[in-house]
């Protein structure tokens, strides 16, 4: 009995040890902890300051303009067009967006902006336009730039993302879902501050619709052994299942939660240490530490 329950305590220690070597994030040095520190100090408007009740779309230029007038932050979704551009928008199929069928990927600029935001006359932003206003409006508060791949475009994509962030100069981090992406920053801008975005992607209603085996992998954030993020962008809902909290409550990964729905999740996140996508409703401009 002794050497079955010996066994067993072996076993179990080799698979948190192998565990926490797939998981662990990228060891903080000391100027990356000060970009931790100064991107804590802000609170981040999910896809900008939106309400699409009231006519200000998500990602669109009113959005932005709201949140950075409020002192905020804000979150949002960076892809490119097939001439090369980069556009603000959070769907790849735009058929929610704008009520017509068409992929952000197979289409140029010129196509994109004839297309109407959630029935508004707003349309798709250029990136460069949304990091033209915020240096005008709050050129010292932070983006969360989320880089959205679409048919392995990875490395296309974040390279001109990051030519673009280059030409601004504005302060940023970068994130994906995508490890791809990741790996790339790791590989290409280890200057970056980088984060993995992820879920419960193994909850019924929450797949990928990229087949089993890569739900399980990005629940589990095995990207992580080829990518060593800076922080870990786990879903708020799922952050404390144990692959998230091996990451960043015992492994030293960032937390930044996603979306946060109330003030009192807001602060929750905040008093685990983390940074705060907020969506719904208007906080104060200064985090609580």
């Known amino acids: 009995m002794r050497k079955i329950l010996k066994a067993g305590i072996l ?9 926490c070597a797939v998981v662990a994030p990228r060891p903080l040095s000391p100027e990356r902890g000060r970009t931790w520190e100064y991107l804590r100090g802000f609170r981040y408007a999910h896809r900008g300051l939106h309400d699409n009740a009231a006519g200000v ?17 804000s979150e949002l979704d960076v892809h490119l067009t097939s001439d090369g551009r980069l556009v603000v928008v959070h769907d790849s199929d735009l058929s929610r967006l704008t009520g017509e069928q068409g992929i952000v990927e197979d289409m140029t600029l010129e196509e994109l902006l004839e297309r109407h935001l959630l029935g508004t006359d707003e349309r798709i932003p250029l990136f460069s336009t949304v990091l033209d206003l915020y240096e005008h409006l709050a050129p010292e508060v932070p983006l969360i730039v989320e880089v959205k791949t679409n048919g392995g475009n990875h490395a296309e994509l974040t390279a001109a993302t990051m030519a673009e962030l280059d030409r601004h100069g504005h302060p940023y981090c970068v994130e994906s879902f995508d490890p791809l992406v990741v790996r790339w920053l790791r590989a290409n801008r280890s200057d970056v501050f980088r984060g993995q975005l992820a879920q419960d992607f193994m909850r019924e209603g929450a797949h990928s619709g990229k087949g089993m085996h890569v739900d399980l992998v990005l629940t589990l954030l095995a990207g992580n052994a080829a990518t060593r993020p800076d922080f870990v962008a786990y879903r708020w809902s799922d952050a404390t299942e144990p692959t998230p909290m091996l990451a960043t409550a015992v492994l030293g990964a960032r937390y930044v939660g996603w979306t946060l729905k109330s003030a009192e999740e807001l602060l929750a996140c905040e008093r685990r240490g983390g940074i705060g996508i907020f969506e719904g409703f208007v906080p104060d401009a200064t985090p609580t530490r």
């Open 57 to 73: 779309p998500e990602n669109s230029l009113p959005a932005f303009e709201l949140a950075a007038r409020h002192g905020f932050g």
């Open 11 to 19: 076993a179990g220690a080799g698979l948190l040890a192998a565990a």
